[in-house]
């Protein structure tokens, strides 16, 4: 019994020394690392960082100097405050650090970071890099849509001219016009109701709060990307929100490819009108060194 006693004790002081270990962690090779604040447990400096993160970050550089090291819950982040240090990172050293880290936002939001926005660096960023700047957005295929531009332009004015003498919330305007051109371009038509008499997948209302949800969503400090122990806890709700709103875009999506492939699938001379009409050529292509997925093209269009 006394010698099933000290087992049980000596169990509960390696248990114990473990879970100390995780909390103090002991760092046997002396790094000369960037300096900055000592961490707290479990929170490290998250403590430090208030509602304006830039601002935070700026006083703690006027302590620590232009490059020190913070860490945020598990993680530990450097943080460049300087013209020169910056050049560093992005310049100097940009492949290691062209990778953005793996957040919830990139996989509930971009397809499992399948848009070049959240995409690791390597081959499939590089290839994506390449579709925007010679298929989709080359200076020839802009130019051929001039036209859209110009008649929204026009049809943007004539609306503020009707509006002549009366209160305009301009933001709203420049807003609708910015949303036309670019799913003209993009998705080869307007895909969103503009009135309540019109019949769409998504009114205007809808589709920008879907958008401002995206924005809002891509920018927030969620706590369990940075203490994944407690992540699927979703202390702040974003995740449940970023999930809900994959739904909705996925919707939109799989509306719009279905009306493309339609349409493909009709013509006999097939010839690409806009940039869903391009993705999904390139999505048969299979020459491609990646191959692009179903994912793959809603990242792209979400882009």
């Known amino acids: 019994m006394e010698a099933q006693s000290w087992a049980v004790l000596a169990l509960s002081w390696v248990a114990t020394l473990f879970f100390l270990s995780k909390i103090f962690p002991y760092n046997h090779r002396k790094n000369r690392l960037p300096p900055g604040p000592k961490p707290w447990p479990i929170i490290g400096n998250l403590n430090l960082i208030g509602p304006l993160p830039h601002q935070s970050l700026h006083k703690l550089s006027q302590k620590y100097g232009h490059l020190m090291q913070l860490k945020f819950g598990s993680y530990p982040v450097l943080i460049a405050s300087s013209s020169e240090m910056a050049k560093q990172f992005l310049k100097t050293y940009d492949q290691i650090f062209a990778t953005r880290p793996e957040t919830a936002a990139g996989k509930y939001t971009t397809y ?112 369990g990307d940075w203490i994944p ?39 006999k001379d097939f010839v690409p009108k806009d940039m869903v009409d391009l993705l999904l050529k390139l999505a048969d292509d299979p020459n491609l060194e990646v191959k692009l997925t179903s994912d793959g093209v809603k990242g792209f269009i979400q882009v």
Not at 177 to 194: A, D, H, P
């Open 112 to 223: 499992n970071y399948s848009n070049i926005t959240w995409a690791p660096y390597g081959p499939y960023w590089r290839q994506g890099r390449k579709i925007y700047l010679h298929e989709l957005f080359s200076s020839k295929r802009l130019e051929s849509y001039e036209y859209i531009r110009v008649e929204e332009k026009k049809a943007f004015m004539s609306r503020l001219f009707a509006l002549s003498g009366k209160p305009v919330v301009l933001k709203d305007h420049l807003s609708r016009v910015t949303l036309s051109i670019i799913s003209r371009i993009v998705l080869g038509k307007k895909y969103f109701s503009e009135s309540k008499h019109e019949e769409s997948i998504v009114t205007l209302e809808e589709f920008q709060e879907m958008l401002d949800e995206l924005f809002l969503l891509n920018g927030v400090l969620n706590i």
């Open 229 to 267: 122990w407690i992540d699927f806890l979703d202390l702040q709700g974003y995740v449940k929100r970023m999930k809900a709103l994959c739904k909705k875009f996925d919707r939109f999506h799989d509306h719009v490819i279905g009306e493309h492939k339609a349409r493909k699938e009709a013509e």
